[in-house]
Antibody, heavy 127, light 107 residues
C-alpha cells in the first residue's frame, strides 16, 4: 500500500523559510519510474503544482516560484524535503506531497500525473 | 501562462448524468487527468490518460476527449459524488497545469 505523509510547521512568519518533509512508504524513492511532487492549495482555491523530484539529478520547478524552491531527497529515510524561502501571507495553503508518475509520448514529450496523495498539511503565514 | 478552463459549478439530481468540461489549447496533444476532492480531503485520481480508470474507481466515472476539450462524465450520480473536480494536463514544456476546479452539487 502506497502512503505519503507531510510534516512540518503549521505557522511560519513572513520572510521565514518553510521546510516540509514528505515520508513515503509502499514504494522506493530509488525507483526512477516514479517520483514525488509537491502541490499546494490556498483555502478555497485551485491546486497549484510546485515541483517534483525523481532523483537528485532530476528535478523540476514551477517557473513562478523556481527561485524560492529547493527539493532534496534522502532515499535511506524514504523522505523528500521541500524548502521555500521568503514566505509571504499569500503562501498560506495546504501543502500536499503526491507520488508522480511520468508518461512519455513521442508526439508530445513527457507528462506527469499523481496517483497517490498525502493528507496535506495546512501552513499559515502570519506574524 | 497556459490555462485549463473549467465551469465553476455543475448541478444534477441523483441518478442523472453530470458532465464536467475542461478546455485548453494543448489538450489535443496532451493527455488529461481528473481528480476528485471531497471537502477536507486530499484529491483522488479518477481518470488518467483522458479515459482510463484506475482500479477501484466506479465504472460510472468516465472520461473523453474531443479536440481542445476533455469531459468527465458521471453517470447515475450519487450523493457521495458531490465534490470538487479538477482536471490536469501539461503545457508545451511538460510542466503540470491544473484547471480551476468544478464544484459538483447533487441536488
Amino acid at each position: 500500500q502506497v502512503t505519503l505523509k507531510e510534516s512540518g510547521p503549521v505557522l511560519v512568519k513572513p520572510t521565514e523559510t518553510l521546510t516540509l518533509t514528505c515520508t513515503v512508504s509502499g514504494f522506493s524513492l530509488s525507483n526512477a519510474r516514479m517520483g514525488v511532487s509537491w502541490i499546494r492549495q490556498p483555502p478555497g482555491k485551485a491546486l497549484e503544482w510546485l515541483a517534483h523530484i525523481f532523483s537528485s539529478d532530476d528535478q523540476s520547478y514551477t517557473s513562478s516560484l523556481k527561485s524560492r524552491l529547493t527539493l532534496s531527497e534522502d532515499t535511506s529515510k524514504s523522505q523528500v524535503v521541500l524548502t521555500m524561502t521568503n514566505m509571504d501571507p499569500v503562501d498560506t495553503a495546504t501543502y500536499y506531497c503526491a507520488r508522480v508518475i511520468p508518461f512519455y509520448q513521442d508526439t508530445s514529450g513527457f507528462q506527469y500525473y499523481f496517483d497517490s496523495w498525502g493528507q496535506g498539511t495546512l501552513v499559515t503565514v502570519s506574524s | 501562462s497556459y490555462e485549463l478552463t473549467q465551469p465553476p459549478s455543475v448541478s444534477v439530481s441523483p441518478g442523472q448524468t453530470a458532465r464536467i468540461t475542461c478546455s485548453g489549447n494543448s489538450l489535443s496533444k496532451k493527455y488529461a487527468y481528473w481528480y476528485q476532492q471531497r471537502p477536507g480531503q486530499a484529491p483522488v485520481l479518477m481518470i488518467y490518460e483522458d479515459s482510463e480508470r484506475p482500479s477501484g474507481i466506479p465504472e460510472r466515472f468516465s472520461g473523453s476527449s474531443s479536440g481542445a476539450t476533455v469531459t468527465l462524465t458521471v453517470s447515475g450520480v450519487q450523493a457521495e459524488d458531490e465534490a470538487e473536480y479538477f482536471c490536469q494536463s501539461a503545457d508545451s514544456s511538460g510542466r503540470v497545469v491544473f484547471g480551476g476546479g468544478t464544484k459538483l452539487t447533487v441536488l
